[in-house]
């Protein structure tokens, strides 16, 4: 196989574009293969990583640690009290037994030097057991007492050093402390973050026992990420999502940019910076209070002509997680469609109406586009989720959906009338799709009546579309949104294209048996001189043609099992030897002697110049034109 494609004069496989053109792999030099493309408008693909995408993203987040969860190495040696080591032991403490065992003595500590750094925060993790009174402090830095833990339990914190690099536990200054600490963990957290700071002990801090950022009373305040620059002239689309607000609010207010945030939510805005700078933020007012889940920065384009290599067939690791860049990609070319649910992702509008008990909450859940609080927890018992909608015409409905861990997994998608099988969630994010056309403006999700009547399941990513076949996602976030259609013309050229003889080679499938015609064509452009492959309108039908002066030289077709499944085709021609094969078999041959004078076929279209437009819904693996190939190399090139 690698030999024969080393013959091609055009070869087309899912590599490189550009804004307006799908890039060929041969020739590599003028004169050129590639494509001219168009969508005008922003579209989605499955990445490599197995994440839905919108192709106009140039980056990812450029904010380091910007979920604020990264953990450092382990600071201190010895932390499980294994041996009698590594810890500087004050009056009546003593290690055994896998613990420090204090005795009651008043202000003892006992600490180890852990390289701990001013103006850091890190997080803390003890366990206290076996307490009987008193209490125990914990200092980081060895200036300012935290703690005064006063039972057992395990104990979560995140605390900013104020100087010094020892870690310590210190007994009450009167009452002492007996018990004991054992598990200790101390990790360097905030990594990548600087801290402009004039006031004592008011840090930007982690707040309780999740990774987030807290602001408290900063004053001046700035928190710059100077591993996240941004760049004048460029487009980024800057999310920040605020998990509490007590007082005040923080702004980001910089290159003609003044963004600010004083209520709790996720906000995102597109900025367009005048300058070059980083991400840093500012207090609004004197006294402020503020907690954030994450901050992110990604870079965007305008182009709407970017085409876009899908990726499926994804492998699984033990935990239902995929596998990145075990999935295999193809150029996708897509029908125009709009996504008639206004609110994709936002369950909790008041457009998606609440049957029943059903009750929607918003999550932690990484959806399937990698972000956070996003993905929405669906319960209740005898309940639906639907919207309103148009009836007697065929819809698609499409989520994504998983299981919560609940055991209460099933529902059904539903149409009017209409409802799909039971459906049975997984671990995984599973995309589920049903099309009928409606006899009632119900429009959603049901619970199913089997096996309990009851569903407590995570969904993501909702789409409605009058269409016969879900296509790729279309994000919402108010309003209906329509992605025009996927056009890509205007291939090759007749000194890479012999018109006398050669080979057309198509390694894909289409996206739905969905009763139109779709073409794949070599033409002069006009509907004189032409070879095409067709799927035909009939379901499963696939078929050659060729015409000669406007005249039909032949005309093979076959049916397939499913044009749904990736195939191999090769439409031969040559006076006295036109053949069509398909997976490695020829499934027809015409021995007209009727051929293209030379420099004929000068254009490779996913289209025909009579198909209004329609294109070629498909998935493109590969694409070839090469001179004459015998049956033995047909055979070979064609074979799954």
Known sequence: MANLLDQASILLTPTASDNGKVLCVKPSAAPYGDFDFSRNSSATRVNAQGLVEDVQILSGNLVSNGDFSQEGAELVTNGNFATDTDWTKGSGITISGGSANFTGVANANINQNAGLVTGKTYKIVFTVSNYVSGDIDYNVGGATRQGAISANGTYTDYVVSDSGQLFYFQSDQTLGFVGSID?????????????????????????????????????????????????AGKKYKLTVDVASVTSGGIKFAQSGVNEVYDTAGISTRIINPTSNGNVAFYRTVANVDITLNSVSLIEVTDDTNLPRINYDGFSYDGSGNIIPNSGCGS????????????????????????????????????????????????????????????????????????????????????????????????????????????????????????PNNEWDILIWGAQLEQQSYATSYIPTEGTTVTRNRDL???????????????????????????????????????????????????????????????????????????????????LKWKSGDYAFWINGVEVGTDSSTTIFTANTLDLIEYSFPTDGGGGFPSKTKCLAVFPYLNDTELAELTTI
Not at 192 to 210: E, H, I, K
Not at 212 to 219: A, E, G, P, Q, T
Not at 354 to 364: E, F, H, L, N, P
Not at 396 to 418: C, E, H, M, P, W
Request: glycine share 8%; aromatic share 10%.
């Open 331 to 450: 150029w996708l070319f897509e029908p125009q469609s709009t996504n008639l649910y206004a609110y994709s992702e936002d369950f909790s509008n008041a457009a998606w109406i609440k049957q029943g008990g059903a009750t929607v909450t918003i999550t932690s859940n990484v959806a399937p586009d990698g972000t956070t609080n996003s993905v929405y927890n669906l319960t209740g018992t005898n309940s639906n989720l639907y919207t309103g909608g148009t009836t007697g015409v065929e819809h698609t409905i499409s989520v994504y959906a998983k299981s919560n861990g609940q055991g209460k997994d099933n529902f059904k998608l539903r149409l009017g009338n209409s409802t799909s099988s039971s459906i049975t969630v997984t671990d995984e994010w599973v995309r589920y799709e049903l099309t009928a056309t409606p006899t009632s403006t119900v429009f959603g999700l049901t619970v199913d009546s089997s």
């Open 183 to 231: 598990n200790v963990s101390v990790k360097e957290v905030g990594q990548d973050w600087t801290v402009t700071n004039s006031d004592a002990n008011n840090y930007v801090v982690f707040n309780g026992s999740t990774a987030r950022l807290k602001f408290l009373n900063l004053s001046p305040i700035t928190v710059l990420n100077a591993t996240a620059p941004y760049e």
């Open 488 to 570: 890509c013309t205007n291939g090759g050229s007749s000194a890479l294209i012999n018109s006398t003889e050669g080979v057309l080679y198509f390694e894909g499938s289409t996206l739905a048996n969905d009763g139109t015609n779709r073409y794949l064509s070599i033409n002069d452009g006009t509907v004189s001189n032409y070879i095409y492959f067709r799927y035909v309108s009939t379901s499963n039908q696939v078929l050659m043609r060729t015409q000669v002066g406007g005249v039909t030289i032949n005309t093979i077709s076959t049916f397939l099992t499913d044009t749904t499944l990736n195939a191999k085709f090769a």
